[in-house]
Protein backbone atom coordinates (compact mmCIF):
# COMPACT_ATOMS: atom_id res chain seq x y z
CA UNK A 1 0.00 0.00 0.00
CA UNK A 2 1.38 3.53 -0.58
CA UNK A 3 0.11 7.02 -0.08
CA UNK A 4 1.21 10.32 -1.70
CA UNK A 5 2.02 14.03 -0.25
CA UNK A 6 -1.13 14.96 -2.36
CA UNK A 7 -3.41 13.16 -5.42
CA UNK A 8 -1.50 15.83 -8.02
CA UNK A 9 0.20 14.28 -10.70
CA UNK A 10 2.61 16.86 -10.94
CA UNK A 11 3.57 15.40 -6.90
CA UNK A 12 3.41 11.52 -8.28
CA UNK A 13 6.10 13.12 -10.68
CA UNK A 14 8.35 15.03 -8.85
CA UNK A 15 8.26 12.27 -6.30
CA UNK A 16 9.93 9.69 -9.12
CA UNK A 17 7.36 6.83 -7.79
CA UNK A 18 5.83 3.73 -10.22
CA UNK A 19 2.17 3.77 -10.29
CA UNK A 20 1.14 -0.05 -10.18
CA UNK A 21 -1.63 -0.87 -12.51
CA UNK A 22 -2.69 -2.64 -9.33
CA UNK A 23 -2.78 -3.60 -5.73
CA UNK A 24 -0.32 -6.18 -5.33
CA UNK A 25 -0.10 -8.23 -2.50
CA UNK A 26 3.22 -8.81 -0.52
CA UNK A 27 5.03 -11.32 -1.80
CA UNK A 28 3.28 -11.92 -5.20
CA UNK A 29 5.62 -9.22 -6.98
CA UNK A 30 9.23 -9.06 -5.32
CA UNK A 31 12.12 -7.02 -7.42
CA UNK A 32 15.71 -8.77 -6.41
CA UNK A 33 18.84 -5.86 -7.63
CA UNK A 34 22.02 -4.82 -6.42
CA UNK A 35 21.63 -4.02 -2.96
CA UNK A 36 25.47 -3.76 -1.95
CA UNK A 37 25.71 0.05 -2.39
CA UNK A 38 24.40 1.12 1.06
CA UNK A 39 23.24 4.94 2.02
CA UNK A 40 21.67 4.45 5.51
CA UNK A 41 21.56 1.77 8.10
CA UNK A 42 19.02 2.12 11.03
CA UNK A 43 18.40 -0.89 13.85
CA UNK A 44 15.51 -1.78 16.31
CA UNK A 45 15.93 -4.22 18.76
CA UNK A 46 13.84 -6.40 16.27
CA UNK A 47 14.77 -5.33 12.55
CA UNK A 48 18.23 -3.47 10.95
CA UNK A 49 17.22 -1.62 8.12
CA UNK A 50 19.46 -0.46 5.36
CA UNK A 51 18.60 1.87 2.74
CA UNK A 52 20.60 1.55 -0.64
CA UNK A 53 20.60 3.03 -4.14
CA UNK A 54 17.88 0.24 -5.60
CA UNK A 55 15.98 -0.44 -2.05
CA UNK A 56 15.40 -1.17 1.21
CA UNK A 57 16.93 -4.64 2.98
CA UNK A 58 15.11 -5.89 6.34
CA UNK A 59 17.24 -7.78 8.20
CA UNK A 60 15.14 -9.67 10.95
CA UNK A 61 17.49 -10.10 14.06
CA UNK A 62 15.76 -12.78 15.52
CA UNK A 63 15.26 -14.78 12.08
CA UNK A 64 18.51 -14.21 11.27
CA UNK A 65 16.88 -13.77 7.61
CA UNK A 66 16.11 -11.02 5.36
CA UNK A 67 12.51 -9.68 5.04
CA UNK A 68 10.97 -8.92 1.58
CA UNK A 69 12.80 -5.63 0.19
CA UNK A 70 11.11 -3.12 -0.58
CA UNK A 71 11.67 -0.89 -4.05
CA UNK A 72 10.78 2.01 -6.32
CA UNK A 73 7.57 -0.95 -7.51
CA UNK A 74 6.79 -0.89 -3.53
CA UNK A 75 6.91 2.68 -2.85
CA UNK A 76 10.90 3.31 -2.15
CA UNK A 77 11.86 7.04 -2.86
CA UNK A 78 13.77 7.76 -5.91
CA UNK A 79 15.55 10.10 -4.12
CA UNK A 80 19.10 9.98 -2.44
CA UNK A 81 18.63 8.57 1.22
CA UNK A 82 21.01 10.82 3.22
CA UNK A 83 19.61 8.88 6.52
CA UNK A 84 17.45 6.47 8.56
CA UNK A 85 15.90 6.64 11.65
CA UNK A 86 14.24 3.05 12.62
CA UNK A 87 10.71 3.53 13.95
CA UNK A 88 9.86 1.46 16.88
CA UNK A 89 5.99 1.89 16.45
CA UNK A 90 4.63 -0.17 13.60
CA UNK A 91 8.41 -1.94 13.18
CA UNK A 92 8.98 1.01 10.53
CA UNK A 93 11.78 3.25 9.11
CA UNK A 94 11.96 6.98 8.89
CA UNK A 95 13.80 7.99 5.58
CA UNK A 96 15.55 11.57 4.71
CA UNK A 97 16.33 12.21 1.39
CA UNK A 98 17.42 14.79 -1.16
CA UNK A 99 13.92 16.00 -1.86
CA UNK A 100 12.07 15.57 1.79
CA UNK A 101 11.12 12.30 3.94
CA UNK A 102 9.44 8.80 3.71
CA UNK A 103 8.50 6.78 6.01
CA UNK A 104 7.93 2.33 6.06
CA UNK A 105 5.41 1.10 8.15
CA UNK A 106 5.91 -2.76 7.71
CA UNK A 107 3.37 -3.79 9.99
CA UNK A 108 0.66 -2.59 7.39
CA UNK A 109 2.93 -2.75 4.40
CA UNK A 110 2.65 1.04 3.52
CA UNK A 111 4.50 3.76 2.24
CA UNK A 112 4.28 7.72 2.94
CA UNK A 113 6.01 10.12 1.33
CA UNK A 114 6.80 14.30 1.28
CA UNK A 115 8.99 17.08 -0.34
CA UNK A 116 10.65 19.48 2.31
CA UNK A 117 12.91 22.85 0.58
CA UNK A 118 16.40 21.98 0.06
CA UNK A 119 15.63 17.88 1.10
CA UNK A 120 16.46 16.82 4.88
CA UNK A 121 19.66 17.70 6.50
CA UNK A 122 19.13 16.10 9.73
CA UNK A 123 15.99 14.16 11.32
CA UNK A 124 15.21 12.80 14.84
CA UNK A 125 12.23 10.95 16.82
CA UNK A 126 11.38 12.48 20.28
CA UNK A 127 12.65 9.68 23.30
CA UNK A 128 10.07 10.79 25.25
CA UNK A 129 7.29 10.90 22.65
CA UNK A 130 8.51 8.79 19.46
CA UNK A 131 4.51 8.24 18.96
CA UNK A 132 4.35 12.24 18.21
CA UNK A 133 6.05 12.55 15.01
CA UNK A 134 9.38 12.54 12.87
CA UNK A 135 11.22 15.97 13.18
CA UNK A 136 13.47 16.79 10.13
CA UNK A 137 15.94 19.75 9.30
CA UNK A 138 15.38 21.30 5.68
CA UNK A 139 16.96 24.77 4.05
CA UNK A 140 14.52 26.68 6.18
CA UNK A 141 14.11 25.00 9.42
CA UNK A 142 12.54 22.53 11.62
CA UNK A 143 9.80 20.89 10.36
CA UNK A 144 7.75 17.81 11.76
CA UNK A 145 5.52 14.84 10.05
CA UNK A 146 2.73 13.76 13.12
CA UNK A 147 2.28 9.85 12.52
CA UNK A 148 -0.37 9.17 10.21
CA UNK A 149 0.28 13.06 8.35
CA UNK A 150 1.08 13.76 5.15
CA UNK A 151 2.90 16.73 4.92
CA UNK A 152 5.71 18.05 6.81
CA UNK A 153 4.70 21.07 9.34
CA UNK A 154 7.29 24.26 9.48
CA UNK A 155 7.91 24.07 13.49
CA UNK A 156 9.65 26.28 16.49
CA UNK A 157 8.88 23.65 19.26
CA UNK A 158 12.11 21.40 19.01
CA UNK A 159 12.68 18.79 21.36
CA UNK A 160 16.24 19.10 23.29
CA UNK A 161 19.45 17.08 22.03
CA UNK A 162 19.49 15.10 24.69
CA UNK A 163 15.77 13.48 23.63
CA UNK A 164 16.97 13.16 20.04
CA UNK A 165 16.68 10.05 18.49
CA UNK A 166 18.23 10.10 15.21
CA UNK A 167 20.96 8.36 12.75
CA UNK A 168 23.72 6.83 13.76
CA UNK A 169 27.12 7.43 11.59
CA UNK A 170 29.74 4.88 10.89
CA UNK A 171 32.60 7.53 12.41
CA UNK A 172 31.11 7.90 15.65
CA UNK A 173 30.31 3.57 16.06
CA UNK A 174 34.05 3.13 15.07
CA UNK A 175 35.10 5.34 18.05
CA UNK A 176 33.19 3.35 20.38
CA UNK A 177 34.26 0.16 19.03
CA UNK A 178 38.67 0.42 18.33
CA UNK A 179 38.80 -2.75 17.50
CA UNK A 180 36.47 -2.74 14.40
CA UNK A 181 38.54 0.38 13.27
CA UNK A 182 41.44 -1.55 13.99
CA UNK A 183 40.59 -4.41 11.51
CA UNK A 184 38.37 -2.29 8.84
CA UNK A 185 40.95 -2.94 6.36
CA UNK A 186 40.46 -6.99 6.74
CA UNK A 187 36.27 -6.44 6.95
CA UNK A 188 36.58 -4.13 3.84
CA UNK A 189 38.30 -6.32 1.46
CA UNK A 190 36.62 -9.30 -0.76
CA UNK A 191 38.11 -12.21 -1.99
CA UNK A 192 39.45 -11.19 -5.46
CA UNK A 193 40.67 -8.05 -2.80
CA UNK A 194 38.97 -5.30 -4.08
CA UNK A 195 38.47 -2.50 -1.01
CA UNK A 196 35.47 -0.58 0.25
CA UNK A 197 34.30 1.61 2.92
CA UNK A 198 31.95 2.46 5.31
CA UNK A 199 29.20 4.48 4.80
CA UNK A 200 26.78 4.15 7.63
CA UNK A 201 26.10 1.84 10.65
CA UNK A 202 23.68 1.05 13.25
CA UNK A 203 23.50 -0.39 17.40
CA UNK A 204 21.42 -0.65 19.72
CA UNK A 205 21.90 -0.85 23.33
CA UNK A 206 19.65 -3.68 23.89
CA UNK A 207 22.02 -5.74 22.00
CA UNK A 208 25.71 -4.63 22.38
CA UNK A 209 27.10 -7.26 20.69
CA UNK A 210 25.97 -6.25 17.10
CA UNK A 211 26.50 -3.63 15.24
CA UNK A 212 25.77 -3.01 11.60
CA UNK A 213 27.66 -1.36 8.61
CA UNK A 214 27.00 -0.64 5.59
CA UNK A 215 29.26 -0.19 2.65
CA UNK A 216 29.95 1.40 -0.97
CA UNK A 217 29.83 -2.28 -2.74
CA UNK A 218 29.82 -5.22 0.32
CA UNK A 219 26.24 -4.54 1.53
CA UNK A 220 25.37 -5.10 5.10
CA UNK A 221 27.83 -6.16 7.62
CA UNK A 222 27.13 -7.78 10.91
CA UNK A 223 30.36 -7.00 13.29
CA UNK A 224 30.82 -8.02 16.79
CA UNK A 225 32.11 -4.50 18.38
CA UNK A 226 34.47 -6.47 20.81
CA UNK A 227 35.96 -9.08 18.91
CA UNK A 228 36.16 -6.86 15.59
CA UNK A 229 34.87 -10.29 13.72
CA UNK A 230 32.29 -9.96 11.05
CA UNK A 231 30.63 -10.59 8.05
CA UNK A 232 28.59 -9.46 5.05
CA UNK A 233 24.83 -10.49 5.26
CA UNK A 234 24.46 -11.57 1.83
CA UNK A 235 21.07 -10.29 -0.11
CA UNK A 236 20.71 -9.68 -3.78
CA UNK A 237 22.39 -9.67 -7.25
CA UNK A 238 26.29 -8.15 -7.46
CA UNK A 239 25.18 -5.93 -10.30
CA UNK A 240 21.66 -4.16 -10.90
CA UNK A 241 20.83 -5.91 -14.59
CA UNK A 242 19.70 -9.88 -14.56
CA UNK A 243 20.03 -10.78 -18.40
CA UNK A 244 19.62 -14.89 -18.67
CA UNK A 245 18.05 -16.94 -16.21
CA UNK A 246 16.70 -20.79 -15.64
CA UNK A 247 15.55 -22.55 -13.56
CA UNK A 248 17.15 -25.57 -10.78
CA UNK A 249 15.90 -27.62 -7.87
CA UNK A 250 14.20 -25.15 -5.67
CA UNK A 251 15.22 -21.82 -7.28
CA UNK A 252 17.05 -19.90 -10.35
CA UNK A 253 20.31 -19.18 -11.32
CA UNK A 254 20.51 -15.83 -13.14
CA UNK A 255 23.57 -13.80 -14.77
CA UNK A 256 22.96 -10.24 -15.27
CA UNK A 257 25.35 -7.98 -17.76
CA UNK A 258 28.02 -6.09 -16.05
CA UNK A 259 29.47 -2.73 -17.38
CA UNK A 260 33.40 -1.64 -16.97
CA UNK A 261 34.35 -1.63 -13.12
CA UNK A 262 31.03 -4.07 -12.07
CA UNK A 263 30.81 -7.53 -10.63
CA UNK A 264 29.77 -9.94 -12.86
CA UNK A 265 28.91 -13.20 -11.78
CA UNK A 266 26.77 -16.29 -11.69
CA UNK A 267 24.11 -16.13 -8.80
CA UNK A 268 22.04 -18.92 -7.11
CA UNK A 269 18.49 -17.07 -6.01
CA UNK A 270 16.51 -19.68 -4.01
CA UNK A 271 12.94 -19.74 -4.67
CA UNK A 272 11.72 -18.30 -1.46
CA UNK A 273 14.82 -15.67 -1.33
CA UNK A 274 16.06 -17.07 1.75
CA UNK A 275 19.91 -17.81 -0.37
CA UNK A 276 21.55 -15.96 -2.64
CA UNK A 277 25.09 -17.70 -3.17
CA UNK A 278 26.83 -15.36 -6.04
CA UNK A 279 30.07 -17.43 -7.98
CA UNK A 280 32.27 -14.78 -9.90
CA UNK A 281 34.89 -17.39 -10.74
CA UNK A 282 32.16 -19.24 -12.40
CA UNK A 283 32.33 -16.43 -15.22
CA UNK A 284 35.82 -15.02 -15.18
CA UNK A 285 38.78 -16.21 -13.34
CA UNK A 286 39.59 -20.03 -14.09
CA UNK A 287 37.10 -20.32 -16.69
CA UNK A 288 37.34 -17.37 -18.95
CA UNK A 289 33.94 -17.13 -19.55
CA UNK A 290 33.28 -13.48 -19.76
CA UNK A 291 29.52 -13.32 -20.27
CA UNK A 292 26.87 -16.03 -20.23
CA UNK A 293 24.39 -15.38 -22.48
CA UNK A 294 22.42 -18.51 -22.62
CA UNK A 295 21.83 -21.21 -19.61
CA UNK A 296 20.26 -24.44 -19.58
CA UNK A 297 19.92 -26.72 -16.29
CA UNK A 298 19.84 -30.36 -17.90
CA UNK A 299 21.63 -33.71 -16.59
CA UNK A 300 22.23 -32.26 -13.41
CA UNK A 301 24.89 -29.96 -14.61
CA UNK A 302 24.50 -26.26 -15.09
CA UNK A 303 25.54 -25.06 -19.18
CA UNK A 304 26.37 -22.03 -19.44
CA UNK A 305 26.30 -20.47 -23.18
CA UNK A 306 29.19 -17.83 -23.78
CA UNK A 307 30.98 -15.86 -26.42
CA UNK A 308 33.54 -17.59 -26.27
CA UNK A 309 32.20 -21.46 -25.49
CA UNK A 310 30.50 -23.23 -23.89
CA UNK A 311 30.98 -23.99 -19.94
CA UNK A 312 29.65 -27.16 -17.99
CA UNK A 313 29.28 -27.17 -14.43
CA UNK A 314 27.98 -30.39 -12.68
CA UNK A 315 27.28 -28.93 -9.80
CA UNK A 316 26.95 -24.98 -10.18
CA UNK A 317 29.97 -24.29 -8.38
CA UNK A 318 32.22 -23.07 -10.71
CA UNK A 319 33.98 -26.21 -11.16
CA UNK A 320 33.89 -28.20 -14.15
CA UNK A 321 34.61 -28.56 -18.25
CA UNK A 322 34.85 -26.29 -21.17
CA UNK A 323 34.08 -26.75 -25.00
CA UNK A 324 35.22 -24.49 -27.48
CA UNK A 325 36.02 -24.65 -31.47
CA UNK A 326 38.97 -27.33 -30.62
CA UNK A 327 36.49 -29.19 -28.52
CA UNK A 328 34.49 -30.21 -31.58
CA UNK A 329 32.06 -26.77 -31.53
CA UNK A 330 31.14 -25.18 -34.75
CA UNK A 331 32.08 -21.56 -33.31
CA UNK A 332 33.06 -20.15 -30.00
CA UNK A 333 29.89 -17.84 -29.93
CA UNK A 334 27.13 -19.94 -28.21
CA UNK A 335 23.52 -18.36 -29.03
CA UNK A 336 21.36 -20.94 -28.08
CA UNK A 337 21.10 -24.34 -25.44
CA UNK A 338 18.58 -27.32 -25.26
CA UNK A 339 18.04 -30.60 -23.95
CA UNK A 340 18.45 -33.52 -25.94
CA UNK A 341 17.86 -37.43 -25.12
CA UNK A 342 21.36 -38.11 -24.78
CA UNK A 343 22.85 -34.91 -23.82
CA UNK A 344 22.34 -31.28 -25.26
CA UNK A 345 22.44 -29.55 -28.28
CA UNK A 346 24.49 -26.20 -28.80
CA UNK A 347 23.91 -23.84 -31.42
CA UNK A 348 26.24 -21.59 -32.38
CA UNK A 349 26.79 -18.36 -34.66
CA UNK A 350 28.59 -20.88 -37.00
CA UNK A 351 26.22 -24.01 -36.56
CA UNK A 352 24.83 -26.89 -34.71
CA UNK A 353 26.42 -29.25 -32.52
CA UNK A 354 25.84 -31.95 -29.90
CA UNK A 355 27.38 -32.97 -26.64
CA UNK A 356 26.79 -35.71 -24.57
CA UNK A 357 26.49 -36.35 -20.91
CA UNK A 358 30.42 -38.12 -21.12
CA UNK A 359 31.49 -34.49 -23.13
CA UNK A 360 31.31 -35.90 -27.24
CA UNK A 361 31.14 -33.34 -29.05
CA UNK A 362 29.40 -34.05 -32.46
CA UNK A 363 29.14 -30.85 -35.36
CA UNK A 364 26.32 -31.23 -37.76
CA UNK A 365 28.33 -31.13 -40.94
CA UNK A 366 27.00 -28.84 -43.90
CA UNK A 367 25.06 -26.51 -41.86
CA UNK A 368 26.71 -23.18 -40.73
CA UNK A 369 24.16 -20.47 -40.18
CA UNK A 370 23.44 -18.88 -36.95
CA UNK A 371 21.23 -20.61 -34.62
CA UNK A 372 19.85 -18.62 -32.04
CA UNK A 373 16.76 -21.16 -30.48
CA UNK A 374 16.52 -24.26 -30.05
CA UNK A 375 13.30 -26.91 -28.91
CA UNK A 376 13.46 -30.31 -29.13
CA UNK A 377 9.97 -32.42 -29.18
CA UNK A 378 10.87 -36.19 -28.33
CA UNK A 379 14.09 -37.39 -31.26
CA UNK A 380 13.39 -34.31 -32.69
CA UNK A 381 14.58 -30.69 -33.06
CA UNK A 382 13.42 -27.60 -34.08
CA UNK A 383 15.59 -24.82 -35.01
CA UNK A 384 15.83 -21.09 -35.15
CA UNK A 385 17.67 -18.99 -36.83
CA UNK A 386 17.82 -15.76 -38.96
CA UNK A 387 16.13 -17.30 -42.01
CA UNK A 388 13.76 -18.98 -40.31
CA UNK A 389 12.61 -21.72 -38.77
CA UNK A 390 13.71 -25.25 -39.41
CA UNK A 391 13.51 -29.14 -38.13
CA UNK A 392 16.10 -31.46 -37.31
CA UNK A 393 14.87 -35.03 -38.22
CA UNK A 394 16.26 -38.38 -36.18
CA UNK A 395 19.08 -39.41 -37.84
CA UNK A 396 19.69 -36.38 -40.54
CA UNK A 397 22.75 -34.30 -39.97
CA UNK A 398 21.16 -31.06 -41.48
CA UNK A 399 18.15 -29.22 -40.73
CA UNK A 400 15.58 -28.82 -43.37
CA UNK A 401 12.52 -26.98 -44.02
CA UNK A 402 9.53 -29.13 -43.41
CA UNK A 403 6.44 -29.09 -45.94
CA UNK A 404 4.08 -27.88 -43.38
CA UNK A 405 6.12 -24.63 -42.99
CA UNK A 406 6.25 -23.81 -46.44
CA UNK A 407 2.81 -22.79 -46.35
CA UNK A 408 3.57 -20.45 -43.47
CA UNK A 409 5.94 -18.04 -45.26
CA UNK A 410 5.46 -15.50 -41.96
CA UNK A 411 7.64 -18.12 -40.17
CA UNK A 412 10.46 -18.07 -42.61
CA UNK A 413 11.26 -14.20 -40.62
CA UNK A 414 14.21 -14.19 -38.28
CA UNK A 415 13.61 -16.68 -35.25
CA UNK A 416 14.11 -14.93 -31.72
CA UNK A 417 13.21 -17.71 -29.32
CA UNK A 418 11.14 -21.43 -29.50
CA UNK A 419 9.40 -23.44 -26.78
CA UNK A 420 7.55 -26.71 -25.94
CA UNK A 421 4.60 -27.14 -24.40
CA UNK A 422 3.77 -30.69 -24.02
CA UNK A 423 4.25 -31.43 -27.62
CA UNK A 424 3.09 -27.75 -29.05
CA UNK A 425 5.81 -25.86 -30.61
CA UNK A 426 5.57 -22.05 -30.16
CA UNK A 427 8.13 -19.90 -32.34
CA UNK A 428 8.03 -16.36 -31.98
CA UNK A 429 9.37 -13.76 -33.94
CA UNK A 430 10.73 -9.97 -33.17
CA UNK A 431 6.62 -8.82 -33.28
CA UNK A 432 4.62 -12.64 -34.45
CA UNK A 433 4.05 -16.15 -32.71
CA UNK A 434 3.63 -19.29 -34.66
CA UNK A 435 2.29 -22.85 -32.66
CA UNK A 436 1.75 -25.94 -34.47
CA UNK A 437 -1.03 -28.34 -33.73
CA UNK A 438 0.76 -31.67 -32.78
CA UNK A 439 -2.17 -33.82 -34.31
CA UNK A 440 -1.70 -32.48 -37.93
CA UNK A 441 1.51 -30.60 -37.61
CA UNK A 442 -0.37 -27.48 -39.04
CA UNK A 443 0.54 -24.25 -38.21
CA UNK A 444 -1.41 -20.62 -37.31
CA UNK A 445 0.34 -17.65 -36.73
CA UNK A 446 -1.11 -14.24 -35.31
CA UNK A 447 0.11 -11.62 -33.34
CA UNK A 448 0.04 -11.06 -29.61
CA UNK A 449 -3.06 -9.11 -28.99
CA UNK A 450 -1.37 -7.81 -25.66
CA UNK A 451 1.14 -5.32 -24.94
CA UNK A 452 4.92 -7.41 -25.25
CA UNK A 453 6.62 -4.93 -27.18
CA UNK A 454 9.49 -6.66 -28.89
CA UNK A 455 9.97 -10.38 -27.87
CA UNK A 456 12.30 -11.47 -26.18
CA UNK A 457 12.51 -14.79 -24.69
CA UNK A 458 9.20 -18.01 -24.16
CA UNK A 459 8.82 -19.98 -21.39
CA UNK A 460 6.67 -23.22 -21.31
CA UNK A 461 3.85 -23.72 -18.70
CA UNK A 462 1.04 -25.86 -18.21
CA UNK A 463 -1.70 -25.10 -20.89
CA UNK A 464 0.34 -22.08 -22.80
CA UNK A 465 3.75 -20.41 -22.77
CA UNK A 466 4.80 -16.99 -21.46
CA UNK A 467 5.86 -14.19 -23.63
CA UNK A 468 8.51 -12.34 -22.03
CA UNK A 469 9.21 -8.79 -24.30
CA UNK A 470 10.61 -4.84 -24.11
CA UNK A 471 6.83 -3.53 -23.29
CA UNK A 472 5.32 -6.34 -20.56
CA UNK A 473 5.38 -10.15 -19.38
CA UNK A 474 1.89 -12.07 -21.04
CA UNK A 475 0.79 -15.91 -20.59
CA UNK A 476 -0.90 -17.32 -23.50
CA UNK A 477 -3.39 -19.81 -23.21
CA UNK A 478 -3.09 -21.69 -26.30
CA UNK A 479 -6.17 -23.67 -25.88
CA UNK A 480 -8.44 -20.46 -25.09
CA UNK A 481 -6.52 -17.99 -27.65
CA UNK A 482 -6.44 -15.32 -24.37
CA UNK A 483 -3.74 -13.53 -23.50
CA UNK A 484 -3.29 -12.30 -19.63
CA UNK A 485 -0.26 -10.65 -17.99
CA UNK A 486 1.85 -7.25 -16.71
CA UNK A 487 3.13 -4.68 -17.81
CA UNK A 488 6.32 -2.93 -18.29
CA UNK A 489 7.07 -0.30 -16.55
CA UNK A 490 3.75 -0.20 -14.30
CA UNK A 491 4.32 -3.94 -13.19
CA UNK A 492 7.95 -5.08 -14.29
CA UNK A 493 10.43 -2.09 -14.07
CA UNK A 494 12.56 -2.60 -16.87
CA UNK A 495 12.73 -4.36 -20.13
CA UNK A 496 12.42 -8.02 -20.21
CA UNK A 497 15.76 -10.24 -21.37
CA UNK A 498 14.25 -14.08 -20.26
CA UNK A 499 11.64 -15.51 -18.05
CA UNK A 500 11.11 -18.77 -16.75
CA UNK A 501 9.25 -20.75 -14.30
CA UNK A 502 10.13 -22.45 -11.18
CA UNK A 503 7.52 -24.13 -8.78
CA UNK A 504 4.46 -21.42 -8.34
CA UNK A 505 6.35 -18.36 -9.44
CA UNK A 506 7.47 -16.69 -12.67
CA UNK A 507 11.25 -15.08 -12.82
CA UNK A 508 11.51 -12.45 -15.45
CA UNK A 509 15.50 -11.37 -15.79
CA UNK A 510 15.17 -7.37 -16.31
CA UNK A 511 17.62 -4.72 -16.91
CA UNK A 512 16.68 -3.53 -13.24
CA UNK A 513 16.85 -6.91 -11.84
CA UNK A 514 15.47 -10.31 -11.24
CA UNK A 515 11.68 -10.28 -10.61
CA UNK A 516 9.85 -13.17 -8.76
CA UNK A 517 6.05 -12.87 -9.62
CA UNK A 518 3.46 -15.48 -8.46
CA UNK A 519 1.95 -17.36 -11.31
CA UNK A 520 -1.31 -16.80 -9.98
CA UNK A 521 -1.52 -13.18 -9.48
CA UNK A 522 0.32 -12.59 -12.73
CA UNK A 523 -2.35 -14.97 -14.42
CA UNK A 524 -4.98 -12.69 -12.75
CA UNK A 525 -3.94 -9.03 -13.77
Same mark, same amino acid.
Given at each position: ????????????????? =?? +???????????????????????????????????????????????????????????????????????? $???????????????????????????????????????????????????????? $? $???????????????????????????????????????????????????? $????????????????? =?????????????????????????????????????????????????????????????????????????????????? +?????????????????????????????????????????? %?? #??????????????????????????????????????????????????????????????????????????????? %?? #?????? %???????????????????????????????????????????????????????? +????????? #??????????????????????????????
Amino acid at each position: MKRLLTAATATTAALGL =LV +SSGYWRPGDRVLISDFSEIEAVAASSFKVYAATLNGLIIYDRGAGTFDLPQTRLDGYPSSQVRFAVADPVGN $GVWLGTNDGWAHYNQDINQWDSGIIPGGARDGFLDSQGAVGGFYLQGMAGWYVVQR $G $GLAAIPTTTVPPPNRRTGPQSARALLARAPVVFGMQGRLLTDSRLRTYQFTA $GAMTQDRPNEMFLGTTG =LGLLRVDPMSGQGAPLSFGLPNQRASVTVAGPGGVWTVGSARAGERRALTWVAEDLSKFTINEDALGRGTQVLLAQRMLYAN +SALWLGTSLGLYQMPTGDGTGHFYDVGAGLPGPNVLSLAKAP %DG #IWVGTAQGLAHVTPEGTVTRMTGYDRAVVALVAQRESLWVGTVDGLALLAPGSTSPTLPPELAAAPTLRAPVVALANTR %DT #IVVATA %DQLGWRNPADGSWTVLRPRAPVGTITALAPDAGGVWIAGTGGLVFWDIAHQTFHGV +SVPNDIPAA #IRDVTVEGEHVWAATDAGLVRLSRDAALHR
